[in-house]
């Protein structure tokens, strides 16, 4: 269960603040970097959310 809260904490971050980074994510939740890294690519794939292409940091 704790991984679903992590996730949707990312997902609120991300609709608060639209373009973050990683790095963004981490600090605020003391999540690991791994974890912050591949929730963002498992919400893209759910069609949740998407990268910017332009900027594939963010």
Do not use: Y
């Amino acid at each position: 269960m704790k991984g679903i809260i992590g996730s949707l904490r990312i997902l609120e971050a991300v609709a608060r603040h639209q373009l973050v980074t990683v790095g963004e994510l981490t600090n605020p939740f003391g999540l690991p970097k791994p974890t912050v890294q591949r929730t963002p690519v498992t919400l893209d794939e759910a069609g949740w959310l998407s990268a910017n292409r332009k900027d594939t940091t963010r």
